[in-house]
Each structure stands twice: as structure tokens, then as C-alpha cells.
């Protein structure tokens, strides 16, 4: 940055308050969930119910952030069925990602917390496992005190235009694209 571009004046100032938002944190970069789970600790630290709903992992993923999260008393559902790729019946992978949908929307519904994170919702959206218009209904009728965070890549555009803030990681390059496999304690 030369210094002609550094900023001498403020950015205009929010005005209004939210009682709640609602985040997408989409595109083919890393860091989606990990922003998303950065964000529960933040809740957490505030004294907020969070709940977090994994669409895709399965209960095989030992995940290092589940395990600091349930520490700190977040409610963590790990209901996916893994990779598709690996799936040997993707009517049963279909069915359990309909099942964690179920339970994320009564979460949303219950209004008990204060964050509810769908992480990677996006995939069985996009698959039309899921009704869109039914994630993107319950979203926006929520209860007024209930955030919701909602990941994974290609984000349809109808729950781009329901979120308050939407986020997209692109990739400039990436490990496993040299062949480097997932580490733990970075990647899970």
C-alpha cells in the first residue's frame, strides 16, 4: 500500500441497531466454518446459547473444535454423513442431511439461543435435498434474538439476499492442491 491509500478519514458510522443477524459465509476458499466457529466463541465468551449443526461431517471426524466448544458448553450436532463421495447409499446420506435440517430448524424456531451455525447447509440446498425456500422462510421468520450463521460453498442467491452479512473465501491456492493431505489442528 503506498501512502496515498492509506485511510485518513473514518468510515461512515452504523446507526442502527439488531436485535440479530444473519451470516453467509460461502465461496471455494478455506475458512468458512472456521470463521463461522470463531464467531460461536465470540458468543459464547458474551454469555449466548449456541448451537451448532453440521450438515456433512460425520460423527467419524474427530474435529478439534467441537471438542473446545462442547468445553464451553455449545451445543454441538454432528448429524452428516460424511463426504458424498464416500457414501454407499445416498438415499440414507440424503435422509440424514434432511434429519439435521430438522433439528436446525428447531433450533432457529425454539428461540433458546442466541446463535444457531448450519455448517455447510449450502451443500444439501444446493443438491435440492433441502427446500431453500423453506431454510430461507424459517431464517427470516425467526424469532428476533436468534443469529444464524449458514456455510458452504455456492450459497443460493435466495439466502445471499435474506443475510445481513454475506462473506466470500476465494482461493489463491491451497495445500491439498500439492497433494498436502488435511492437518490436525488446521484443517479439524
Excluded at 496515498?4 to 452504523?14: D, G, H, I, L, M
Excluded at 460461536?40 to 449466548?48: K, P, Q, S
Excluded at 449458514?150 to 454475506?166: K, N, S
Amino acid at each position: 500500500m503506498n501512502p496515498e491509500e492509506v485511510p485518513t478519514k473514518a468510515p461512515a458510522r452504523a446507526t442502527r441497531k439488531a436485535q440479530s443477524v444473519v451470516i453467509v459465509n460461502t465461496g471455494d476458499g478455506k475458512g468458512k466454518s472456521t470463521a463461522a466457529f470463531g464467531t460461536a466463541m465470540r458468543a459464547v465468551a458474551r454469555g449466548w446459547k449456541v448451537c451448532v449443526i453440521q450438515f456433512l461431517k460425520s460423527e467419524k471426524w474427530k474435529v478439534g473444535e467441537q471438542k473446545a466448544a462442547s468445553s464451553l458448553g455449545v451445543e454441538w450436532w454432528t448429524i452428516g454423513d460424511g463426504f458424498t463421495w464416500d457414501s454407499r447409499n445416498m438415499e440414507r446420506t440424503e435422509a440424514i442431511a434432511r434429519r439435521a435440517w430438522e433439528v436446525g430448524k428447531e433450533k432457529i424456531r425454539s428461540g433458546e439461543y442466541g446463535l444457531v451455525v448450519l455448517d455447510e447447509i449450502t451443500y444439501p440446498m444446493n443438491w435440492g435435498w433441502i427446500p431453500i425456500s423453506e431454510v430461507v422462510e424459517v431464517i427470516r421468520t425467526r424469532p428476533p434474538s436468534v443469529n444464524v450463521i449458514a456455510t458452504g460453498r455456492d450459497a443460493p442467491q435466495e439466502l445471499v439476499d435474506v443475510a445481513d452479512t454475506v462473506t466470500e473465501m476465494r482461493k489463491q491456492k491451497h495445500a491439498f492442491d500439492r497433494g498436502v493431505q488435511a492437518m490436525r489442528g488446521i484443517d479439524f
